[in-house]
Every structure is written in structure tokens, then in C-alpha cells.
């Protein structure tokens, strides 16, 4: 028998609205981002854990305001006097903190966005007070910024998103083995991306389906190395 070559190709995972999957872990957050026109100031920031749809949700809110999105780390390199002319996006914003080019940028860019009274909306996993930031007018600004919060997913969510990343990688599974890895694996959606992951890795490897057996495999030796 010829083994067969896995390839760990890149998922195509889907960014839109429809996609989205509301639960009571994130219903607040999207009802909140969705409102862009009543937010203090234009702006908002959104906080939750990694991995837990903070991205997607960002796609969502640019696609409907016609928003740039840029990524915190990169900010120092970016023209801000050119990306100020439309609604941004700024993912992982923490990510400025220790690059003084960066944390200028963002500075410059909140500035501008609130003359020109655009949005601007942030992601970041805490809130600013725990970013490190060193420019003092920086943190001012983003302290004063409104934040809304994903929460902890629950297994409504978990479940939805198991399902989403299997249907990304067009993997069919039984509708039982969902509920079966909900009660099983870490509860992050961080998790369960690495857990789909290794599952289409590992299946496509022994040239077969993914499967409860294959699954508890995979997570007993997560706990072994743990």
C-alpha cells in the first residue's frame, strides 16, 4: 500500500457576517460593534481572549463601514495621513507597546480619525492599562476608549466554531463527535482551531476520515505531553 503524502494546506476560513455565530458569549460585543454610531467618542475597543472571533467580528464591522484594516505591530511603518481617510481597524493593538514608532503612529492615527470624525475601532486581548505602553498621551487616549468584551466561549459557541473550521477544511464529521470534543477539549476557540488542525493533518496522513478513535488519540497525547 503506497502511503499517503499529508499536506498541510492553509484553510480558507470565511470572514462574513452570515459566518459569524452569535451565543451568549458574544451577542453584547457584536450588538456593540455593530452600533458604530453610537460609540463615546467614535470609538471602541474590543477585548477578548485569543482565538475567540475578535478578528472575524473586525472583518465584519470593516466590511459594512468600508474600513482599512491594519495590524497594531505594523502601524510605525504605515503613512497615517494617507490610512486616516476612511474607517480603521487596528488588530492587536497592544502590539505597539515598546516601539515608539508604533505607539506615535497610533497616536497620530486616533488623533486624525477623530478630527475627520471616522471610527476607529481596536482589538487587544487587555485592556490598555496592561499593554505597557510608554507614551503617556497614548494611554490617555486609550483609556479613554469605550470597551466591549467577548467572553469565554460557551458550548454553544464551541460547538458552532468546531463545526465552521471542519466545514473550512471540507471535512464532513458525525454531528455526535461535536458534542464529544466540546466536553473534551480546552475551552478556546484558540483550541479548538489547533485541535481541527492536527485532526485534518493527522486523517489525511492515515488516509481516512476524522473520527471519534482518531480524536481521542489525539487529545490523550495532548495530555501526555502536558
Known amino acids: 500500500m503506497t502511503a499517503q503524502l499529508a499536506f498541510d494546506l492553509p484553510a480558507r476560513a470565511s470572514l462574513r457576517r452570515a459566518d459569524f455565530f452569535v451565543s451568549p458569549a458574544n451577542a453584547l460585543a457584536l450588538a456593540t460593534v455593530e ?43 504605515a503613512d ?64 479613554g476608549t469605550a470597551i466591549t468584551r467577548i467572553e469565554a466561549p460557551d458550548d454553544a459557541l464551541l460547538s458552532a466554531v468546531l463545526l465552521k473550521l471542519f466545514a473550512d477544511r471540507q471535512i ?13 477539549m480546552d475551552r478556546s476557540l484558540a483550541a479548538a482551531r489547533d485541535l481541527v488542525a492536527r485532526l485534518d493533518a493527522e486523517a489525511l496522513a492515515r488516509g481516512g476520515p476524522v473520527t471519534r478513535q482518531l480524536a481521542a488519540e489525539l487529545l490523550d497525547e495532548a495530555l501526555d505531553r502536558n
Open 80 to 143: 497615517i495621513e494617507a490610512r486616516a481617510l476612511t474607517p480603521v481597524v487596528v488588530e492587536d493593538a497592544a502590539d505597539v507597546a515598546g516601539d515608539p514608532r508604533a505607539e506615535t503612529a497610533l497616536f497620530h492615527l486616533h488623533n486624525r480619525l477623530a478630527e475627520r470624525r471616522l471610527p476607529l475601532l481596536l482589538t487587544a486581548t487587555r485592556p490598555p492599562r496592561d499593554w505597557g505602553l510608554a507614551l503617556p498621551d497614548l494611554l490617555s487616549r486609550m483609556q
Open 172 to 184: 464532513v464529521v458525525a454531528p455526535a463527535l461535536i458534542g464529544w470534543l466540546v466536553a473534551r
Open 35 to 77: 452600533a458604530a454610531t453610537g460609540w463615546p467618542l467614535g470609538k471602541m475597543l474590543l477585548i477578548g481572549p485569543e482565538g475567540s472571533g475578535k478578528t472575524h467580528l473586525a472583518h465584519v464591522w470593516a466590511a459594512a463601514n468600508g474600513a482599512q484594516i491594519m495590524a497594531g505591530g505594523s502601524l510605525g511603518l
